[in-house]
């Protein structure tokens, strides 16, 4: 059985910062890509930021230079650092893993959703 939680969403003014976690824990031995998503009010869910086992990195444009994806493979996390941030990042945040045990691939793994509103 594995479980992914996702946190640290919340309300911040224009311009500044949050910090998301996603822990995953159970019968893990290997988390390959990860990546964060996000979905607005009556849009699709879009992929937000990426990285991989090896650290490798892919962002949307839309907020490269402005978030920071990363993990820690000790602890089954992955973070995502949001600065500047700006309303039109307002959206429900996921977290998605992709997760191998000792006998083989589990599956990709989704948070619950953390959600974050960027309003002045």
């Known amino acids: 059985q594995v479980q992914v939680v996702d946190s640290g969403g919340g309300s911040v003014q224009p311009g500044g910062s949050l910090r998301l976690s996603c822990g995953a824990s159970g019968n893990i031995f290997s988390i390959t890509a990860t990546g964060w998503y996000r979905q607005a009010p009556g849009q699709e869910r879009e992929l937000v930021a990426s990285?991989?086992?090896?650290?490798?990195?892919n962002y949307a444009d839309s907020v490269k230079g402005r978030f920071t994806i990363s993990r820690d493979n000790a602890k089954n996390t992955v973070y995502l650092q949001m600065n500047s941030l700006k309303p039109e990042d307002t959206a429900v945040y996921y977290c998605q893993m992709r997760i191998t045990s000792r006998t083989g691939f589990l599956g990709d793994y989704w948070g619950q959703g953390t959600r974050v509103t960027v309003s002045p």
């Open positions: 990285i991989t086992s090896s650290g490798g990195t």
